[in-house]
Nanobody, 123 residues
Framework: QVQLVESGGGSVQAGGSLRLSCGASGYISSSYCMGWFRQAPGKEREGVAVIDSDGSTIYADSVKGRFTISQGNARNTLYLQMNSLKPEDTAMYYC?????????????????WGQGTQVTVSS
């Protein structure tokens, strides 16, 4: 029903910027939150930034002030602007969607996932 495809990953030097995009197809419920998650080797998947249908957002403490999540008006495109990138931001980044009464970084609330796009930040 819902298909998510990420793009925009790549390799960048520390301090640089990248803009990730997620194209969504299928029915995106108004009760769904959409967000970005990441997983580095040897670590659990973690929430990075989430936005609900009203535009309310939450961010992981580690990215506040550096990353910005946004969405198109039809909710069929999701973006993550990443500035001041650090080596610890290196991970596979995933776009996700799922039901939640409010934005949450908890991975268990998300039912639909993209294939991921790799972000590598070198020092």
């Amino acid at each position: 029903q819902v298909q998510l495809v990420e793009s925009g990953g790549g390799s960048v030097q520390a301090g640089g910027s990248l803009r990730l995009s997620c194209g969504a197809s299928g029915y995106i419920s108004s009760s769904y939150c959409m967000g970005w998650f990441r997983q580095a080797p040897g670590k659990e998947r973690e929430g990075v930034a989430v936005i609900d249908s009203d535009g309310s957002t939450i961010y992981a403490d580690s990215v506040k002030g550096r990353f910005t999540i946004s969405q198109g008006n039809a909710r069929n495109t999701l973006y993550l602007q990443m500035n001041s990138l650090k080596p610890e931001d290196t991970a596979m980044y995933y776009c996700a969607a799922g039901y939640s009464a409010y934005p949450t970084l908890g991975v268990g609330f998300y039912n639909y996932w993209g294939q991921g796009t790799q972000v590598t930040v070198s020092s």
